[in-house]
């Protein structure tokens, strides 16, 4: 998450050699140009595939140890355990019922923190673009869209940039994203199907 808020402030900063006499401004959407880039589609594909194939067989496994443990401590049969141990799996109970109540949580931490791996390089492409622009046009700064409150004048180089990444715009001009918002911090919204079960403590 760090090296990608670096890669966005780095676009905010100058850009090769600048003159306090002859200054060229550009500014462009870093995360309008990620979100058009074809690895976006591999990236929500493989986010989806790490949800179903790791973390909802993670849920499935504390819900079976939960269940299994309280068989044993909570039928007629567990009167043979011996205290100390009937206390310590109702030890693991709790913990594992707070885990299995605080999954949704983890979860979207787990996929974001998947998510901002998979940007990365993503992001280090645009940026490495937008300095090849920014060199080859003669632009001393470069400053991203999201972070002005009022621009200066200047050139959206979203155009440059996408034709040197190869990518093609939508008719119509750019979009935000799919819910008509630029992602925050450079991510898309991903969706997190929610994991719920009542946990049922007994003394």
């Given at each position: 998450?760090?090296?990608?808020k670096l890669f966005l402030v780095a676009a905010t900063v100058l ?5 306090a006499s002859a200054q060229k401004i550009g500014y462009i959407s ?174």
């Amino acid at each position: 998450m760090n090296k990608i808020k670096l890669f966005l402030v780095a676009a905010t900063v100058l850009i090769g050699a600048s003159s306090a006499s002859a200054q060229k401004i550009g500014y462009i959407s870093v995360d309008n140009v990620v979100y058009l880039m074809p690895e976006i589609g591999k990236i929500d594909t493989a986010l989806q595939r790490y949800q179903a194939d790791s973390l909802n067989p993670q849920f499935n496994y504390l819900v079976s140890e939960y269940n299994r443990k309280d068989s044993s401590v909570n039928t007629k049969d567990s009167v043979r355990l011996a205290a100390a141990v009937r206390a310590q799996v109702r030890q693991e109970m709790e913990g594992l019922a707070y885990q299995i109540q605080n999954w949704q949580s983890y979860v979207q931490q787990a996929m974001q923190a998947k998510q901002n791996r998979l940007l990365e390089p993503v992001y280090r492409k645009v940026f490495n673009a937008i300095q090849s622009v920014a060199k080859d046009n003669g632009y001393t700064h470069v400053l991203n869209k999201e972070a002005l409150l009022v621009a200066p004048p200047g050139d959206d180089m979203l155009l440059l940039v996408a034709k040197r990444l190869g990518i093609n715009l939508p008719a119509g001009g750019p979009q935000a994203g799919p819910t008509g918002t630029a992602p925050a911090s450079g991510t898309q919204k991903i969706k997190v199907e929610d994991n719920k079960t009542k946990i049922k403590t007994k003394g």
